[in-house]
C-alpha cells in the first residue's frame, strides 16, 4: 500500500488549499482514509475521516464547516479541501488508511500512513 500526499504550502489566514492523497497498491473499498495532522509540539490528531464506497465522513470540532474531504474513484485519490484557513490550522498533514475500524478511529489505529505535507497559515 503507497499513500501519496501533496498539496501543502504557504497560504495566508482566510485563504484556501486542498490537500491530495493519492492511492495505489490494492482496492481501498471499505477501507476508512483519514487526513490528521501534527502541530510543532502536539500530538498527531484526527481532521477528517471517509469511507471509501459508502461516502460516510466525520470531521474534527475544529474543522467543521471549513473543511471537506472526498474521493475521485477514477484516480485513486482522496482530497482535503480547506477553506477559511487560520493559523492554528499550521501542521505537517498525514493521510491514513485502515480496513478495520469505524470513521471515529484514533490516529494510533490507522494502518497506513503517508509521508507528510506541511500546511503554513500565515497571520
Known amino acids: 500500500v503507497q499513500l501519496q500526499a501533496s498539496g501543502g504550502g504557504l497560504v495566508q489566514a482566510g485563504g484556501s488549499l486542498r490537500l491530495s492523497c493519492a492511492a495505489s497498491?490494492?482496492?481501498?473499498?471499505?477501507?476508512?482514509m483519514g487526513w490528521l495532522r501534527q502541530a510543532p509540539g502536539k500530538e498527531r490528531e484526527f481532521v477528517a475521516g471517509?469511507?471509501?464506497?459508502?461516502?460516510?465522513?466525520r470531521y474534527a470540532d475544529s474543522v467543521k464547516g471549513r473543511f471537506a474531504i472526498s474521493i475521485d474513484d477514477s484516480k485513486n485519490t482522496v482530497y482535503l479541501q480547506m477553506n477559511s484557513l487560520k493559523p492554528e490550522d499550521t501542521a505537517v498533514y498525514y493521510c491514513?488508511?485502515?480496513?478495520?475500524?469505524?470513521?471515529?478511529?484514533?490516529?494510533?489505529?490507522?494502518?497506513?500512513w503517508g509521508q507528510g505535507t506541511l500546511v503554513t497559515v500565515s497571520s
Open positions: 471517509i469511507r471509501w464506497g459508502a461516502g460516510s465522513t
Open positions: 491514513a488508511a485502515t480496513r478495520w475500524a469505524g470513521l471515529g478511529v484514533t490516529p494510533s489505529g490507522y494502518d497506513y
Open positions: 497498491g490494492r482496492t481501498f473499498s471499505n477501507y476508512v
